[in-house]
C-alpha cells in the first residue's frame, strides 16, 4: 500500500518541526525513554504527527518496557503500513502512517 497524501520534501519541511521531519521523513528514532508520549498514560487518540490520521488509542496502550509507546492494536488497518525492520540487530515491526507515510 502506498500513501494517498504525498509532498514534496520542501512542503513536509514547512509544516513538521525538525524533530518531526527527522523521524517522520528521515526514517529517524528517538532515543529510548525520551519522547513526549512513551511514558504517558492520557486517555484518547494517538494521531499522526504529519496528517493527523487516527493511528491508535489509549486503550490498547501498554508498557513494553522498551522505551517507545507501545500498542497491541491500531485503529484501523487502513491507516497503518508496516515493514519488518531488522536494523540495529533487533527482530521489531516499523509502523508508519498509510495515509502520508510518516
Keep these: 500500500m502506498s500513501a494517498k497524501i504525498q ?6 519541511k514547512e509544516i513538521l518541526t525538525p524533530a518531526q521531519y527527522n523521524i517522520l521523513r528521515e526514517k ?4 529510548p ?26 486503550e ?4 513494553s ?8 492494536d491500531v485503529m484501523s488497518n487502513k491507516n497503518i503500513i508496516t515493514k519488518d525492520d531488522f536494523s540495529f540487530g533487533m527482530d ?3 509502523v508508519m502512517c498509510g495515509t502520508c507515510g510518516g
Excluded at 509532498?7 to 513536509?12: L, Q, R, V
Excluded at 490498547?60 to 508498557?63: E, G, R, S, Y
Excluded at 518496557?65 to 497491541?72: K, M, V
Design 65 to 72: 518496557d522498551c522505551g517507545w509507546p507501545s500498542f497491541y
Design 92 to 94: 521489531r515491526i516499523e
Design 28 to 31: 529517524g528514532t528517538e532515543r
Design 7 to 12: 509532498k514534496t520534501d520542501k512542503e513536509w
Design 33 to 58: 525513554f525520551t519522547g513526549e508520549y512513551w511514558n504517558t498514560n492520557d486517555k484518547g487518540v494517538y494521531k499522526c504527527a504529519a496528517c493527523g490520521a487516527e493511528l491508535f488509542s489509549s
Design 60 to 63: 490498547t496502550k501498554f508498557d
